[in-house]
């Protein structure tokens, strides 16, 4: 029997129902010096930096967001036979590392680190 390859689960409109920059943004709309500091961090360092910027605003509760319950099954039912699963996204490590403890399993994450924005093909 040949073993499992790990199964690797996008976070923004997979995981969640939502995009947790979309998210990150409208959380922080009552916040104008945040969000000039994250366009700042756009405009002089990419989209890796305003997405770091945002992070460390620390105001987003993606706990309170859209989970999609069918991913969330198959993320359990793929750990418990015994499977890896990763999360990989394209927001800041910290977003990720911040999801609720209902998939605290995971073998890891992948995720931006406020140089390298993690999309498109360099998530792949």
Do not use: C, W
Not at 15 to 31: F, G, V, W, Y
Not at 92 to 112: C, K, N, T, W, Y
Request: glycine content about 6%; aromatic content about 2%; hydrophobic content about 50%.
């Amino acid at each position: 029997m040949q073993p499992q390859r790990p199964l690797v689960v996008d976070i923004d409109g997979t995981l969640l129902r939502s995009d947790s920059l979309q998210e990150s943004i409208a959380a922080n709309l009552s916040h104008p010096l945040a969000l000039l500091r994250a366009v700042a961090s756009l405009v002089l360092h990419g989209k890796a930096a305003m997405k770091r910027v945002l992070a460390r605003t620390e105001r987003t509760d993606l706990s309170a967001l859209p989970f999609n319950s069918a991913t969330l099954s198959l993320i359990n039912d793929r750990i418990a036979a015994g499977g890896t699963v990763y999360l990989a996204t394209g927001a800041d490590q910290a977003v990720a590392e911040s999801l609720p403890a209902r998939v605290h399993s995971v073998a890891g994450i992948f995720a931006g680190d406020g140089v390298v924005n993690l999309t498109s093909d360099a998530k792949a």
